[in-house]
C-alpha cells in the first residue's frame, strides 16, 4: 500500500526548460542512463537562471534541504534528480539529501498514464524532523512521484514546501488536487471507483495529483480504468 496525504496550499512545481530542448540535448540519454557527468553538462546547459533567481527568493529564509528522486529506469540509474539538486545546492548555499531514495523500479520514461498510476514510486530513508525540503526530479508528467516523495517526507515529520524539475508538462506543474476536479471525479465515476482506489493503492482519490485526477475523469468508465491499470500493474 501507498502512503499519500491530501493537499494543502502547494506552490507550483518550477520547472527549468522544455521537454525538447531536454530530451533533445546531446547529453540526455547518456545522463538518463546514469552517466553523472553527462547529467551535470545537461544540467548547466539548461537551468534557467531565472527559476533559479525564484527559488532564492520564495525559499531563502528557510534553506530547504533539497531531496532528489533517485529512480531506476529501463536505461539504468537516472543521474539527472541528483545533479540537478547538487548543482542547485551549490548556486544557493543549501544542502542536499543522500539519505532519501526510491526503492522499486517503475519504468515511468515514456510511459503512459495508467502505466504512471499502476506502478507508484516507493521510498525510504530517514526524514529529519522538523526540517524544510524542496522536492528535486528531472521531469512531472502526472506528478505521482513527487506526491509520493512528498508524503514520505511528512510521516517523517519533515515539511514540504514545493519542487523543482529540470522539464516537465506545464499543466502538471499545479500539484495540488482542486476541489472541483475532485468534485467532478467523483460525480462522473462515484464509489465504485472510490472504493477499488483505496483497495488497489491505500490511498483516497483526494490524494491524487491534479493531473492524475484529470486523466481519470477523461477515462469513460470504471470499467477501463480497472482494466488498464490491472494490466499496466503486470507488465
Sequence with gaps: MIIRYTWNTVPL????????????H????????????SAYILVNSLLNPMIVEQLAKSYNQQKP??????????????????ALADVLAQLLGWTTDNSIIQTNIVGHTGADGFSRLARQA????????GYDYLLVDDFVGQGGT??????????????VLGATVLT??????NL?????????????????????????FGFGLDCLTESEARY?????????????ITEASQR
Excluded at 26 to 37: F, V
Excluded at 65 to 82: C, W, Y
Design 65 to 82: 534541504i533539497l531531496v532528489s528522486a533517485h529512480a531506476v529506469e529501463r536505461m539504468g540509474v537516472n543521474a539527472i534528480p541528483e
Design 176 to 200: 495540488a488536487l482542486t476541489s472541483q476536479t475532485l468534485e467532478y471525479l467523483r460525480l462522473k465515476h462515484g464509489e465504485q471507483l472510490e472504493n477499488w482506489w483505496q483497495q488497489q
Design 122 to 129: 516507493r521510498f525510504d530513508g530517514k526524514v529529519l524532523a
Design 26 to 37: 546531446y547529453a540526455y540519454r547518456a545522463a538518463k542512463s546514469g552517466d553523472p557527468s
Design 168 to 173: 516537465g508538462k506545464p499543466h502538471s506543474a
Design 216 to 228: 481519470l475523469l477523461n477515462t469513460p468508465n470504471v470499467e477501463r480504468i480497472r482494466n488498464k
Design 146 to 159: 513527487l506526491a509520493n516523495l512528498r508524503a514520505h517526507i511528512i510521516q517523517g515529520n519533515g515539511t
Design 13 to 24: 512545481v518550477w520547472i527549468h526548460n522544455n521537454e525538447s530542448a531536454v530530451k533533445q
